[in-house]
């Protein structure tokens, strides 16, 4: 079991409100991911749940039980951290299973929960390595492997990707997702790329400035998103916002596009006309970087090839269903 | 693309420095074995005459000799043990966030620039004298004998006036490498549920290997050749209590003066300082090794 909830959790180190009140409930078996821009305050809410910072106010309840007087070890947690944290003096071995050495198992037992999760980790044949002699990505997996082989109620990863370059992180993505489904372990994992987060998570965090923004499905997020900061936040790239005379008409403060729910017209007459300033041509999209005026920039995004160029002029289309309405205060208009 | 001239030019502007470095050593050296081998004595001066190794065999059978090399290695190993079992947990507490850290840090720090006659006056008339020292003061507040300190365990007190000037440096090896421990493997020792002293035991501990290991080989080659605390608080004695190698070399020259005997003298400790360095290095320096 790993069900945990939040209830009104704050943290302030000195003056400096850095959780202003979080409330959250992780399903037991689900795949959260916490994101938001650098100082959000995602790594400090994960390090509130881990027990390594003590919260300022609120609750954390861990399967049913307040745990915010619980000494980490207690949580029965384990985290994966950025840097790894791999013990350098200790063969992977040793690092493995230094909670269970810990924790007082004997060493036949430990050897067997070692070797079980290296096999599950692809690290046999490291076992006795030492940390410096292995990959980024071997380390990683030994980092993984030290949190799965004590059976926590849920593993917190903070940031673990973020060290290895582009292609060993879509590969270890893929393995620590499946990796989480086929445990059927809780985890929480905190990161600032929001590709990360759409392609990993079961539900995604949104954090802007200590505050919960949205929680939600990643479809939920992309389809509904609850105010301005998720909608410029989730997708990649950006939504369009309008505001002014073009957003009233609509009854909104702001009103929001995808890129991708832009339909292209070479030289139409309707729409939001423009310049393309700079066109990105990647084979299986192209990216419209469209000076439209008053509008300001536009980005439009097409499946495929179009060959337009810099210069060229368009039109853009807005697909009617989705655009997105927001209020003066930036929140979503329904209905 | 200019390898071979920057290197030519590399090595003769090195050639200068590194040939009067070689000058320095070589000529003190070749003038040691040189003399070692004479019958040199400057209270018989124009008798020096070749004499092969016959100041070796004076000087090796020498009661004196095994009596200062035991001082020496005592004096030593003594000083290591104390500096490095007191530097640790003077590091630890240094590295914990107090108010007021960087003060006691250079309080901590200062007997390291005392120089070592003025340290062992301090601690020979003003802590350790029988009458009017503070330790005498001390005892007789609590009903005690005070302790004569340089006539009753003369080598102990030798031994604490070079600890206390070694601490310091100890300490300070050791606290920055504490800092350097990462933070992030503290926390996951701690989400592990590790102990403090299991943290200490199986993270802080091996991390501080190699700080220790510098802290050994920089002190040893210091302690063997330790003269000035002894010089100005006991002078090698009583009897031979507090004499080793470099204060025995310094009695047979200038004391008995012996010039050859010193020479020979001179020699043994260069190789008995490269004995230990070879030991030292084979035990401790494996922690070196990236």
Known sequence: MGQITLQGVQKSFGPVHIIKGADLDIADGSFVVFVGPSGCGKTTLLRLIAGLEDVSGGNILIDGKNVVDTPPAKRGLSMVFQSYALYPHMSVRGNIGFGLKMAGLPKDEINRKVEAAAATLNLTPYLDRKPRELSGGQRQRV?????IVREPKAFLFDEPLSNLDAALRVQMRIEVTRLQKQLGTTAIYVTHDQVEAMTMADKIVVLNGGKIEQYGSPLELYERPANLFVAGFIGSPKMNFVTGELAKQQGAA???VRPEHLKIERDGAGGWQGTIAVAEHLGSDTFLYVDAGQLGMLTARYIGELSLHAGDRVSLLPDPARIHRFDEAGNALRG | MATRQTQ???RSLLTPAVGLLFIWMIVPLALTIYFSTLHYSLLDPGSESFVGLENFRYF???PAFLASLQNTLVLVGS???????????????MDQPVIGRNFVRLMVIAPFFVMPTVSALVWK???MH???GLFAWLASLFGLTPIDWFNDVPLLAVILIVTWQWLPFATLILLTALQSLDEEQKEAAEMDGASAVST???ITLPHLARPITVVILIETIFLLTVFAEIFVTTGGGPGLQTTNIAFLIYSQALIQFDVGSASAGGLVAVVIANVVAFFLVRIVGRNLEA
């Open chain 2, 8 to 10: 030519f030019l590399a």
């Open chain 1, 143 to 147: 980092a993984i492997g030290r949190a």
């Open chain 2, 79 to 93: 000083v290591l043990a104390l500096t490095i079992l007191l530097g640790i947990p003077l590091a630890l507490l």
């Open chain 2, 200 to 202: 200490f035991i199986y």
């Open chain 2, 130 to 132: 029988p009458v009017s």
């Open chain 2, 60 to 62: 090796l059978t020498d």
């Open chain 2, 125 to 127: 008339n003003l802590l």
């Open chain 1, 254 to 256: 702001t009103i929001g």
